[in-house]
């Protein structure tokens, strides 16, 4: 929250800044990917530019984060690994898919976290408000894919093995970080460093390396200006939201950062329309919309819970994506971008 001696003019742009890169970046990796095909080699481009971003300010003394250590980076990589999966398959997604979809299935997300909170670590069934405001989510998930004419068997099959991975992070992974004690910008320089590690083998795995190999041997000019610059931007709005995150998070109230976010999905939908052809049919955006309104009245019902139950721990109290839990308080920030999560 703001102290009072914070002035408009400073937190103005904080909030600005993350509303900027939030509602953009999906719309800014979507079109990075339809000019380079590459979804392996792209996310670890983004990788660096996070990890070598967060050492460098962390050089000048703009931010601190926690030292990188080989027994901290081992107890780490499982964490990384569903990062890894989670910001892969997203990529993948965008790729094969639509904007619109890609926030049709994060917004789902809340749906799919609730029962596996209850069915693998014994949580208690939602409340009958936060019932209702999933079954809203399911009932928009599912009109939406019903509505899409251009259904594709392959951009389906990410969206659900993103889902997945996503869910699992969700509910698990956020307890593995937690005990590490790490802080934020740790947790930033932890993740993308050893995600970056890890890109190579999935680039073999995929048989992405063979593929890039292929475009060089032809000389096939991908690397042109508007391909760099679509690239360099998504890795520069992707460490940018970062920043702009967590800075927006300090600045305003709980309650304020949270309706930014709202009204950033909002504006992404928007954006998404007005600048080009590839989003959803008409009745595809009204079943997302609704997927939206459900998310937005998940939030609203589980922002009451601490006042229920006030001795909840602090680490069961928060999320950290959209991640940024999403969305993230980290995980706010990590749904959104992908490159952060706490997922996610």
Known sequence: MA????????????????????????????????????????????????????????????????????????????????FYLAIFTNTNLLKHANVDTFIVFRSSTPLFVAIADTMFRKQPWPSKYTFSSLILILAGAIGYVSSDSGFNITAYSWAMAYLITITTEMVYIKHIVSSLGLNTWGYVLYNNFISLLLSPFFCIVTGEITEIYAAISKSERFLNIETISSVALSCIFGLAISFFGFAARRAISATAFTVTGVVNKFLTVVINVLIWDKHASPSGLFYLILTLIGGVA???????????SSQVSTNEDVKLTEKVGSDNDLSQTDEESGLLKATK
């Open 3 to 82: 102290s009072r001696g914070d002035s408009k003019s400073t937190v103005a742009p904080l909030v600005l800044g993350y509303a900027l890169c939030s509602s953009l970046l999906a719309v800014i990796n979507k079109y990075a990917i339809t000019k380079f095909m590459y979804p392996g080699l792209l996310t670890a481009l983004q990788y660096a530019t996070s990890a070598v971003g967060v050492w460098v300010l962390g050089k000048f003394g703009l931010l601190h984060h926690d030292p990188f250590t080989w027994p901290t980076a081992r107890k780490f990589l499982p964490a990384a690994v569903i």
């Open 298 to 308: 998940y939030q609203q019902s589980t922002a009451k819970a601490p006042a229920v």
